[in-house]
């Protein structure tokens, strides 16, 4: 392919020859070897594909296809969609993601009562923006009575905690082979047009489920697209991720919950909720012993922590076992923490010492960060400034991973990139250097794969994207950080071309 422009930051080079699936020449493009087909890019930029290193691909395409609610401003705009949607519904379940109650004149979700009103009666599962609580009809929360006397069970049909889990346990039961398919085709699909050439699956029995899990998998094997590295967030499940071929033992395997619904574990109470401080959802000996057990077994483990008690409860479970063990053998495990948006000083340094990998979100700073934003209603300011600190990670040497929980938030590497770098908190951001690196190779390195995975280099995996860019990586950047994503307009995946704007190559064409 040629050319590209000359950068230091993502290629050294104007054109790549790729033969069975990897750059099997990299450099001038008037030194290129002889090659079956030249693809001619014009003055377009050549990167590393991005890798998204926390994704629910099911629930992302329903978003993508279906009701989505990030940018509902008003409760009363939120429950005319929600009506507007039962009427074109048939009887289906109305599964919609994203609301946020902080941005609303209303400043509180929506009752049961309102949404049974507005569905008519049918069956309501709206999960909040950070996927740990949801608003509920009462014929959803019916057929789930068991989930009453759960943790989190709440008359008003907001639920968290293991009722949350219950209730999204029943709501998605009803998605048809065909919905999912398509659900998964979508954000795939989506995912290639925006340069990302791999997902990292984060499922588990409470998200997803094995059979969602599976689909996915198979649709990953049989139709072009972005790679899927899977976990299975799950105690002990060791024999799944064996039988599925998985990543690992972890991803979202649940600690505690998140700060938008109260239930992340705090150290002190929340600011605007002083009964709480969140919860632990397991003992300390729990989450040691899955850690013993995985590592033993050769097996990644990785969890769901977000605050600053969870990520001690984790981070004191791996020195544990580091001791026993013996600390070469739980380094080159690379155990992941997710979100990890509370450490203090000392966490940082001990996950560098214990070679953990921190699987972080950018785009949750761009969202709530910041002055009179959700992080500091929940928070207060002192606590709210010293969330996602990702110059101090790096500066630990902890590496770190980018991903966007989609659909949480959205499938936009370039807007991660940009938030990792433009922190709210002054000193907190990336350089432009790390922020890309661990957009694109860092995912790789948080999943265990091959040395020189993510990098533009002879030997290396074919995977990367041509960007609309005459500028080269300077444009890119420029753009991307001003807001503005760049056009892609190729992607290939180990030499498979997955995405092409113009149209004029054909599935799985190799170059």
Same mark, same amino acid.
């Given at each position: 392919?040629?050319?590209?422009?000359?950068?230091?930051?993502?290629?050294?080079?104007?054109?790549?020859?790729?033969?069975?699936?990897?750059?099997?020449?990299?450099?001038?493009?008037?030194?290129?070897?002889?090659?079956?087909?030249?693809?001619?890019?014009?003055?377009?930029?050549?990167?590393?594909?991005?890798?998204?290193?926390?994704?629910?691909?099911?629930?992302?395409?329903?978003?993508?296809?279906?009701?989505?609610?990030?940018?509902?401003?008003?409760?009363?705009?939120?429950?005319?969609?929600?009506?507007?949607?039962?009427?074109?519904?048939?009887?289906?379940?109305?599964?919609?993601?994203?609301?946020?109650?902080?941005?609303?004149?209303?400043?509180?979700?929506?009752?049961?009562?309102?949404?049974?009103?507005?569905?008519?009666?049918?069956?309501?599962?709206?999960?909040?923006?950070?996927?740990?609580?949801?608003?509920?009809?009462?014929?959803?929360?019916?057929?789930?009575?068991?989930?009453?006397?759960?943790?989190?069970?709440?008359?008003?049909?907001?639920?968290?905690?293991?009722?949350?889990?219950?209730?999204?346990?029943?709501?998605?039961?009803?998605?048809?082979?065909?919905?999912?398919?398509?659900?998964?085709?979508?954000?795939?699909?989506?995912?290639?047009?925006?340069?990302?050439?791999?997902?990292?699956?984060?499922?588990?029995?409470?998200?997803?489920?094995?059979?969602?899990?599976?689909?996915?998998?198979?649709?990953?094997?049989?139709?072009?697209?972005?790679?899927?590295?899977?976990?299975?967030?799950?105690?002990?499940?060791?024999?799944?991720?064996?039988?599925?071929?998985?990543?690992?033992?972890?991803?979202?395997?649940?600690?505690?919950?998140?700060?938008?619904?109260?239930?992340?574990?705090?150290?002190?109470?929340?600011?605007?909720?002083?009964?709480?401080?969140?919860?632990?959802?397991?003992?300390?000996?729990?989450?040691?012993?899955?850690?013993?057990?995985?590592?033993?077994?050769?097996?990644?483990?990785?969890?769901?922590?977000?605050?600053?008690?969870?990520?001690?409860?984790?981070?004191?479970?791996?020195?544990?076992?580091?001791?026993?063990?013996?600390?070469?053998?739980?380094?080159?495990?690379?155990?992941?923490?997710?979100?990890?948006?509370?450490?203090?000083?000392?966490?940082?340094?001990?996950?560098?010492?214990?070679?953990?990998?921190?699987?972080?979100?950018?785009?949750?700073?761009?969202?709530?960060?910041?002055?009179?934003?959700?992080?500091?209603?929940?928070? $207060?300011?002192?606590?709210? =400034? !010293?969330?996602? %600190?990702? +110059? &101090?990670?790096? #500066? /630990? @040497?902890? *590496?770190?991973?980018?991903?966007?929980?989609?659909?949480?938030?959205?499938?936009?590497?370039?807007?991660?990139?940009?938030?990792?770098?433009?922190?709210?908190?002054?000193?907190?951001?990336?350089?432009?250097?790390?922020?890309?690196?661990?957009?694109?190779? $860092?995912?790789?390195?948080? =999943? !265990?794969?091959? %040395?020189? +995975? &993510?990098?533009? #280099? /002879? @030997?290396? *995996?074919?995977?990367?994207?041509?960007?609309?860019?005459?500028?080269?990586?300077?444009?890119?950047?420029?753009?991307?950080?001003?807001?503005?994503?760049?056009?892609?307009?190729?992607?290939?995946?180990?030499?498979?071309?997955?995405?092409?704007?113009?149209?004029?190559?054909?599935?799985?064409? !190799?170059?």
């Amino acid at each position: 392919m040629s050319p590209t422009r000359e950068t230091t930051l993502f290629a050294a080079a104007d054109a790549l020859l790729v033969q069975d699936g990897r750059i099997a020449w990299i450099g001038a493009v008037d030194d290129a070897p002889s090659a079956d087909r030249v693809v001619d890019l014009g003055e377009a930029t050549i990167t590393a594909a991005f890798v998204d290193a926390h994704v629910h691909t099911t629930a992302t395409g329903l978003a993508l296809t279906g009701l989505d609610l990030r940018e509902t401003r008003s409760l009363r705009e939120l429950l005319e969609r929600v009506e507007a949607h039962a009427r074109s519904g048939r009887g289906r379940v109305i599964l919609g993601s994203g609301w946020d109650e902080t941005l609303w004149p209303e400043a509180r979700p929506p009752t049961r009562q309102e949404l049974d009103r507005a569905a008519y009666g049918g069956a309501v599962y709206l999960s909040r923006v950070d996927a740990h609580s949801a608003a509920c009809s009462s014929s959803l929360l019916a057929t789930v009575p068991h989930a009453r006397a759960e943790a989190g069970y709440d008359e008003g049909g907001m639920v968290r905690l293991d009722a949350h889990h219950a209730v999204r346990r029943a709501a998605y039961a009803g998605i048809t082979p065909d919905q999912r398919r398509g659900a998964q085709r979508a954000t795939r699909e989506h995912a290639a047009g925006v340069g990302i050439g791999c997902l990292q699956e984060m499922s588990g029995p409470e998200v997803a489920g094995r059979t969602d899990l599976e689909a996915l998998l198979d649709l990953a094997a049989t139709e072009p697209g972005p790679a899927v590295v899977a976990y299975w967030g799950e105690l002990h499940a060791f024999a799944i991720v064996a039988e599925l071929a998985l990543a690992g033992a972890g991803g979202d395997l649940f600690c505690d919950g998140s700060i938008g619904s109260h239930t992340a574990a705090l150290s002190e109470p929340y600011t605007d909720d002083q009964s709480t401080s969140g919860a632990l959802r397991y003992e300390a000996e729990q989450i040691r012993s899955h850690i013993h057990e995985a590592t033993v077994a050769g097996v990644q483990a990785g969890f769901h922590v977000i605050g600053d008690v969870a990520i001690d409860q984790v981070v004191g479970a791996v020195a544990d076992v580091a001791d026993d063990l013996g600390l070469g053998r739980v380094r080159s495990m690379r155990h992941r923490l997710e979100h990890a948006e509370m450490p203090r000083p000392e966490h940082l340094q001990e996950m560098a010492r214990l070679g953990m990998v921190a699987s972080v979100q950018s785009a949750f700073d761009a969202a709530w960060g910041g002055r009179n934003r959700m992080y500091e209603q929940r928070l $207060g300011h002192g606590r709210s =400034a !010293r969330l996602n %600190p990702f +110059a &101090g990670y790096a #500066r /630990a @040497g902890v *590496p770190l991973a980018l991903g966007s929980d989609s659909p949480v938030t959205a499938l936009d590497p370039w807007g991660g990139v940009a938030a990792a770098i433009h922190h709210r908190t002054d000193g907190f951001g990336l350089t432009v250097e790390e922020a890309f690196h661990a957009a694109t190779a $860092g995912g790789w390195y948080a =999943a !265990r794969s091959e %040395p020189g +995975a &993510g990098q533009l #280099r /002879a @030997g290396a *995996p074919a995977t990367f994207a041509a960007w609309e860019a005459t500028g080269g990586a300077q444009e890119l950047i420029e753009r991307a950080t001003a807001g503005e994503a760049p056009s892609c307009r190729m992607t290939v995946v180990d030499g498979a071309v997955v995405y092409d704007c113009a149209g004029n190559l054909g599935e799985g064409t !190799r170059e």
